[in-house]
């Protein structure tokens, strides 16, 4: 107990020292004077523990000024938002944050230099730079950078430059241009550890669909910048997205098999030790994130202390992972994960004992003592535990988001129990994968039931009208006097002083038979309805500001045209469309060159390999020549479209190239007498010739430009008649899509729309027609 006395006071320290106006000299001053008077008081027990206390108080104040960073002229920061235009060099010095629309780096400035007199000088600070997603970054590239230097800015909600500052970063390039100039100039351990997990998380993103790919990627090796919109909001809606994080459930579980492992190959001694190497080179492999390494180093702790046949005493074993962490970065105290990371360990060591011995009191009175026995511990660990951790992460919920997710009540009951069997299943899926792709991909329809299970009870319950309560403003003040009532109460009522719960694997008490049916049964369910069923599917995919199209033909054919500006979007779209076993496309069509078309199609070998490419226009763009150059890499065929084309889909359906131009084609979808026309492609002369063309009046169309005035004049309407217009555009565009004119020369005719209505499919037999949208306001 006394250790995590020590370890409060070394974090109010921290805490102290960020307030108060004293150097490091006067901190270390004052722990000097407070380590003599424990010396000299030392025969006095009470006297000699509190000045002890007040030396840790100190010494974490020091450390706290110890850690800040001056801004000088050597430091690349001091030249923030000068206007000027900089060229830098430096080393990448964590794995690229690849996001939607832009590559992040993180890197160590070596040199800098300003356009005019001046000449290169050296320079340090770590910056953040932004720059386009269409390149291989990788740790230890050694960059030239060239952009403008700024402060990171402020929101009124987040301080993004307070957050950035907290990992050592005070300066960001938004636009940059970049250029490698050498690779592996970082640690070569760190380069065969990222290479691991880059090519883990390429197995998990082949062998998984979409969105379960990017939960895995998340759950397993901490990348969560993948994760659709919409699904990482359920999890925090339901206050399960500790389920998302790397986190003690995760640790507990590596570190369980791990020594399990290594104990039957290695033996006691050399298995201990292989285990702590594993449990440190997954912490680097997921990111070391505050609450990694908090879980990390708990994990070691209690691998020691069995190792040593003791027992870890939980208090103590938080209270050191937090000194250790604090002491290597005294910011990390500020970091929202570690907070909640930290609230939640401690609330399960001060509650969950003293629930879990009222459940049994209560149960035992009811049914006997083997029955009481067998369900205490589900109801324990995945309800009361839970219940536990929430009540002391309360506050800073409250505090950070305004609201409370009521549902996490009804959600992690039910999800825990399957994630240690997501977990493991996938794990091995991802090992094997990585070395055997076949055998890997059988694992991982095994394992796939298991993160569809979870995001579609999490999505369920997100879904319930009570399952967040808004609390609106509470202030930092009301969370700190919420904790002194909670602790006090804390004091008063509860008795328990150590003990920590025993931690245990997640199971579900049923036999083997219904576990393979329950692993199967989802599974089947999904090869059945992934069957063709001999209907055309024309998707049009809710993606923003650009166009994505799938045709699934009536013989299970796949079509994808374009992708849209977000590779998360398209792949969330796509993962729920294919099927669960063949994930590949038929085909990839390009209806244009634009950015905004083929942003999206950024990671399409990686996750839906085409098996053949349909061109439209020549590559000019650098994202346009990216890709291609990728589909050449991977011998990919490539065809130019040419009017006149028709590309058989089977059971009567095609596609017909209709026109082509400088920047794109258009495209004519028919089976029976259902005729769609693709048009995202058009450009002003391809509209004029086909208003003066002999067509007939078509059944839908996809208008090009999100339906503006320029591309979709009223007499090319007209000339289509169509029964259906689809106009692809982002909810609140600044261009104000679609043009007001367009919607009135389209007056009587049905218009959906991707910002009202999300996702548009058309289902036809060639006769019928079905629309289903994925919003119906």
């Not at 590559?103 to 720059?131: A, C, H, Q, Y």
């Not at 990017?214 to 759950?219: C, D, K, V």
């Not at 058009?682 to 078509?698: N, R, T, Y």
């Amino acid at each position: 107990m006394r250790l995590f006395w020590i370890g409060a006071a070394w974090l109010a320290g921290i805490g102290l020292g960020s307030l108060a106006r004293l150097t490091t000299a006067h901190w270390m001053l004052l722990a000097g004077i407070a380590f003599s008077s424990a010396l000299w008081l030392r025969n006095s027990s009470r006297y000699r523990w509190l000045y002890l206390l007040i030396l840790m108080l100190c010494l974490g104040a020091a450390r706290f000024q110890g850690s800040r960073i001056t801004i000088d002229p050597d430091h690349v920061a001091w030249y923030n938002d000068s206007g000027a235009y900089a060229t830098l060099t430096g080393v990448i010095v964590q794995p690229p944050d690849v996001r939607d629309s832009y590559t992040g780096l993180e890197v160590e400035v070596e040199k800098l230099r300003f356009d005019g007199p001046g000449g290169t000088f050296p320079s340090n600070g770590r910056i953040l730079v932004r720059t386009s997603r269409f390149n291989d970054w990788a740790y230890g590239d050694r960059i030239l950078i060239k952009g403008y230097l700024e402060t990171p800015p402020e929101f009124e909600t987040f301080s993004y430059r307070d957050y950035l500052a907290r990992q050592g970063i005070h300066s960001m390039i938004s636009f940059a241009s970049v250029k490698v100039l050498s690779v592996k100039n970082g640690n070569p351990l760190l380069h065969v550890i990222y290479a691991i997990r880059n090519h883990a998380l390429r197995t998990i993103q082949r062998q998984f669909p979409e969105p379960e790919a990017s939960l895995l990627a998340g759950i397993l090796l901490g990348i969560e910048q993948g994760i659709p919109p919409q699904v990482r909001q359920a999890f925090n809606d339901t206050g399960t997205a500790h389920i998302i994080a790397i986190s003690g459930f995760n640790i507990t579980i590596i570190a369980a098999l791990l020594m399990s492992l290594f104990r039957r190959l290695l033996g006691a001694s050399k298995g201990f030790i292989a285990a702590g190497v594993g449990i440190i080179a997954y912490t680097v492999l997921v990111g070391a994130s505050a609450a990694v390494v908090r879980a990390a180093v708990m994990g070691s702790l209690t691998l020691i202390a069995l190792r040593m046949g003791r027992q870890t005493f939980g208090l103590a074993s938080l209270s050191a992972a937090s000194i250790f962490m604090t002491a290597l970065n005294p910011e990390v105290l500020w970091d929202v994960g570690f907070q909640l990371s930290f609230a939640a360990t401690l609330g399960l060591m001060l509650y969950a004992p003293s629930f879990e011995r009222a459940f049994q009191r209560i149960v035992s009175k009811v049914l006997p003592s083997e029955q009481s026995d067998r369900l205490a511990r589900p109801v324990n660990e995945f309800l009361l535990f839970t219940f536990a951790a929430q009540i002391m992460t309360l506050p800073l919920t409250a505090f950070y988001f305004r609201s409370f997710p009521l549902a996490s009540l009804l959600a992690n009951p039910v999800i825990l129990p399957v994630q240690a069997g997501l977990m493991i299943s996938a794990g091995i899926a991802t090992i094997v994968g990585m070395i055997l792709p076949a055998m890997g991909q059988v694992l991982a329809w095994f394992a796939w039931p298991f993160p569809a299970f979870t995001i579609k009870a999490v999505t369920l319950f997100s879904d319930l009208p009570f399952s967040t309560l808004p609390l609106g403003y509470f202030g930092g003040g009301f969370a700190v006097a919420l904790y002194v009532i909670l602790f006090a109460l804390t004091a008063f009522l509860f008795i328990p002083k150590e003990k920590r719960p025993p931690i245990r694997l997640p199971a579900i008490p049923i036999s083997l038979i219904l576990v393979v049916l329950a692993v199967c049964a989802p599974f089947l369910w999904r090869i059945a309805a992934d069957r063709p069923d001999g209907l055309l599917h024309l998707t049009i995919f809710d993606v923003g500001s650009g166009d994505a199209a799938l045709i699934q033909s009536p013989t299970g054919r796949f079509m994808l045209f374009d992708g849209g500006p977000s590779p998360i979007a398209l792949a969330e779209n796509l993962g729920a469309r294919l099927p669960l076993l063949d994930r590949r496309l038929d085909w990839l069509v390009f209806t244009g060159t634009a950015d905004n078309q083929i942003s999206g199609l950024a990671e399409t070998l990686t996750r839906f390999s085409p098996n053949s490419v349909l061109r439209a226009g020549p590559a000019r763009s650098g994202p346009y020549r990216y890709l291609f150059n990728l589909f050449s890499d991977a011998e990919i065929p490539i065809i130019e479209a040419q009017k006149g084309q028709i590309f058989d889909l089977g059971e009567g359906s095609s596609l017909h190239v209709t026109q082509v131009g400088s920047h794109g084609a258009l495209y004519m979808l028919s089976y029976g007498s259902f005729q769609f026309l693709l048009a995202p492609g058009a450009d002003p002369k391809m509209v004029d010739d086909l208003a003066q063309a002999a067509l007939l009046p078509v059944t839908g169309v996809l208008l090009p430009d999100g339906g503006s005035e320029a591309l979709n004049p009223s007499a090319w309407l007209a000339k289509l008649q169509p029964l259906v217009a689809v106009i692809s555009v982002e909810a609140g565009n600044r261009r104000g899509l679609p043009s007001a004119e367009v919607l009135r020369a389209l007056e009587g005719t049905n218009i959906l729309r991707t910002d009202v209505h999300g996702w548009i499919e058309f289902i036809t037999d060639g006769e019928q027609l079905w629309v289903e949208v994925e919003r119906n306001p």
